[in-house]
C-alpha cells in the first residue's frame, strides 16, 4: 500500500482559497486513480474530483467550476486548488489512491477545511 499524507487544510473566509496537497509514499504512475474526498459532520464521504492515470477528470457536482484537481507524477504528488470557497464546502478532506491490479486503496489522514467568516 502507498501511504498518502494530505495538507493545506485551515481556515479561509467565504470567497476565499486553498490549495491541498497529497504526498504519496512511493510513485503514483501506476495509480489507476487518485482522488480527493470529503465529509462534514454528519455526513456521507463524497468525491470532489478524481484524476486518473490518463488525465481524465471528474468532479463532484457541487464543485465544478470552483476546484481543480491536478497531479504531478515526478514528484508523486496530487493537488486541489479551491477557489470561491463556500461555507457548505468545509469538511475533512482525504486523498485516495486507487489501482486495479495489484490491488490498492489507500486513504490518507485527512485535512480540515473550515469556510467561515
Known amino acids: 500500500q502507498v501511504q498518502l499524507v494530505e495538507s493545506g487544510g485551515g481556515l479561509v473566509q467565504p470567497g476565499g482559497s486553498l490549495r491541498l496537497s497529497c504526498a504519496a509514499s512511493g510513485s503514483i504512475v501506476s495509480i489507476n486513480v487518485m482522488g480527493w474526498y470529503r465529509q462534514a459532520p454528519e455526513k456521507e464521504r463524497e468525491p470532489v474530483g478524481i484524476i486518473t492515470s490518463g488525465g481524465t477528470i471528474s468532479y463532484g457536482d457541487s464543485v465544478k467550476g470552483r476546484f481543480t484537481i491536478s497531479r504531478d507524477n515526478a514528484k508523486n504528488t496530487v493537488y486541489l486548488q479551491m477557489h470561491n470557497l463556500r461555507p457548505e464546502d468545509t469538511a475533512v478532506y482525504y486523498c485516495?489512491?486507487?489501482?486495479?491490479?495489484?490491488?490498492?486503496?489507500?486513504w490518507g489522514q485527512g485535512t480540515q477545511v473550515t469556510v467561515s467568516s
Open positions: 485516495n489512491a486507487y489501482r486495479r491490479l495489484p490491488p490498492i486503496d489507500s
